[in-house]
């Protein structure tokens, strides 16, 4: 074989491009309605195997001695090797840490819902519910801690939902939905006892909880959407995403996009796109979650108004099918035999350096003709993360309807302490 610098180029680079076509293939075949073995065959053969056999035949036939007829074999073990970086799961785990107090709730169906109750020393008020967001974001130890000042007069249950943190993943990942979400925080809200409580609903956690207050406002004392993200449409559609990669510096994104663009990760997004229940069967939960956990790392600068206090931040509760299956969820606000409005008191906490944009205020106002919104001052997506005491002197002040610290801004526009995305 010519062993120039330009024959070994042109070998790693076609060895590349070969790695490129079989992983086009194999997604091409899950597009079919191919199970994964069969695609990795079919791109296999197609791609790497035909190759190789043809170079094979031809060479027993010129008896390998003609350098030309190496170096096609050369490139198919070079694409080979390439693809093991796509193919091959090598990734690490991630455990959530266990929170002491915490408890399981089993389902009739055997999934558990890991919940965390912080009581009150005199509990006389309904109990407050915080449903997390992401969705498939959790963060029990560091949501529990945080929100425990608001224990004073009301217990307050923190739980991870289905899929993240420490509760249960599903064989399907179809299986989470919002429908099942709804339930399950009907199943926590049970747990209370109570005849009514408060919900609060943080970033993607506020589609849950608006849904819910449409559906149940005689069980509802109170509502708080934390930085909420975009409720569900009065009709079945896409759900608006933000981004909190808009909130970080040119060097954070790059290392944020230089993570994305690896091999394996490329891989398995496009391969989610196509078919969730295929990827699952070909990277699982723990390989995924990992993944997702160090996807997530990346972005906490911009979930802090300070990014320096974005390790306040717990990234291993994570669960990378919930977050893509309750992501494409396009069911409506409701079923159309409620009026689509919250009647009990809401308050809309819209952090000033929030990477959600101000629409998603507006949008929930409108559900709630009894809404107040607050900018709390020097404060990102995760506010009562950042600055706890003043999130809850702000919550308790409006639970106990005194009045609020903060001034209440209108909803259809910004006011100019807001420094977020608009």
Known sequence: MDKTPRSVASVLLGGIL?????AG??????????PWPVAVCVAGVTVLALPALVTVLRGRRARIRNARYRRPVMT?????????????????????????????????????LTLHVTRAPSATKPPLVVVHGGPGVSDLSHDVAALAGLATDRDVYVYDQLGSGSSSRLDDPLGYTDRRALDDLERVVAETRAPKVTLL???WGARIVTKYAVAHPDRLSAVILSAPGFPAGTSPGPQKIGDPGR??????????????????NLFTYALSSID??????????????????????????G????????????VTGVGYYAHQALAADTSPLADGTVPARISAPTLIIKPACDYLPWSAVTENAGLAPRAQVVVLPDTGHQAYIEKPDAYA???AAFLNHRPLPFPVVGAADPPTSYRGVR
């Open 247 to 264: 909130r970080l510096d040119t060097a954070q994104r790059l290392r944020l996009y230089g993570y994305l663009m690896r091999p394996r």
């Open 303 to 314: 979930l802090f108004c300070d990014p320096h206090l974005a390790d306040r931040l717990g």
């Open 25 to 34: 293939a194999a997604l091409l075949a899950v597009a079919l309605n191919g």
């Open 201 to 203: 609903g943080h970033s």
């Open 276 to 301: 969730l229940r295929v990827a699952h069967d070909t990277a699982g939960d723990r390989e995924m979650d990992a993944r997702f956990s160090d996807i997530y790392q990346r972005t906490t600068p």
């Open 18 to 22: 070969v790695s490129v076509l079989a």
């Open 76 to 112: 198919s073990a070079v694409g080979l090797l390439v693809s093991l970086t796509w193919i091959w799961p090598h990734s690490a785990t991630v455990t959530p840490p266990t929170v002491p107090g915490s408890t399981i709730l089993t389902s009739a169906d055997g999934t558990r």
């Open 393 to 395: 002197e702000l919550v």
